[in-house]
């Protein structure tokens, strides 16, 4: 929601970059860096009415054109001035989400109780924090417990879905490797430098994470998707 504020955009839209609200985080395509000075160029052509980019518009955008917290600097672009962080973007978000799905998923395949038995069990180790709770028991996630989550969400939920039968086999795979390509890609992220070879393994992580994540898909269904259903 801060971005919504600084950048004048809709909450549904990525403050870096052109892409539609419906391909926010299911693609690796390449979409065009938000351009304000071309915005506002585009708006004052509408608005004297000499334009032949009438059907580019603020609305059309999903942006609020205006003196917001970046108007009038010089030499800054404010789409370079939004850095995603691993709490906000990979744990409070991706992993959030996932570890939704993998709740729906367990309830479907596995009584409840395997994982939080597995999270439990959990023994302690350098750099690790033995959980106190079982998973359903948190109600509120601090960072410390989110990189916790991170750090052993695909072996927990290994042993939790361990020895599926021959209708579960297929879904329980795709459900792992969907897993680990997450857990491949945060554990990369984590990196303090990168080279072009690291930033190829975590596009593919990240690839690899959108097109195994279908198999999650009726424990993702949203209001908006329940009520186009109903």
């Known amino acids: 929601m801060d971005n919504v504020a600084l950048h004048g955009i809709k ?3 990525c403050p870096r970059c052109e892409v539609p609200a419906l391909e926010v985080g299911t693609n690796m395509k390449v979409y065009p860096v938000r351009d304000y000075a071309i915005y506002h160029h585009y708006d004052y052509e509408n608005w004297i009415g000499e334009t032949d980019h009438a059907d580019i518009t603020p609305k059309s955008l999903g942006i609020r054109l205006g003196q917001n917290a970046f108007y009038g600097l010089n030499r800054v672009s404010p789409s370079y ?6 709490l906000h973007t990979v744990y409070r978000g991706l992993f959030k989400h996932m570890m939704d799905w993998i709740q729906g998923f367990l309830k479907k395949h596995r009584p409840h109780e395997a994982f939080d038995e597995v999270w439990k069990a959990l ?9 106190k709770k079982a998973y359903r028991e948190v109600t509120q996630w601090q960072g410390k417990d989110m990189r916790n989550l991170g750090r ?5 939920v290994a042993v939790a879905l361990r020895q599926p039968g021959s209708p579960q086999l297929i879904p329980v795979k795709r459900a792992l490797g969907c897993v680990r390509a997450l ?20 596009e593919d992580y990240l690839d690899t994470f959108h097109k195994m994540n279908d198999i999650f898909l009726e424990f993702r269904v949203t209001k908006g998707m329940r009520a186009k259903i109903d």
């Open 123 to 131: 023994p302690p180790y350098p750099g690790f924090l033995v959980p």
């Open 183 to 202: 857990v491949d890609f945060n554990m990369r992220a984590q990196y303090r430098s990168h080279t072009a070879e690291t930033i190829i393994y975590m």
């Open 11 to 13: 909450s549904t839209l």
């Open 81 to 86: 001035l939004h850095k995603p962080h691993m």
């Open 152 to 156: 052993c969400a695909l072996g927990v």
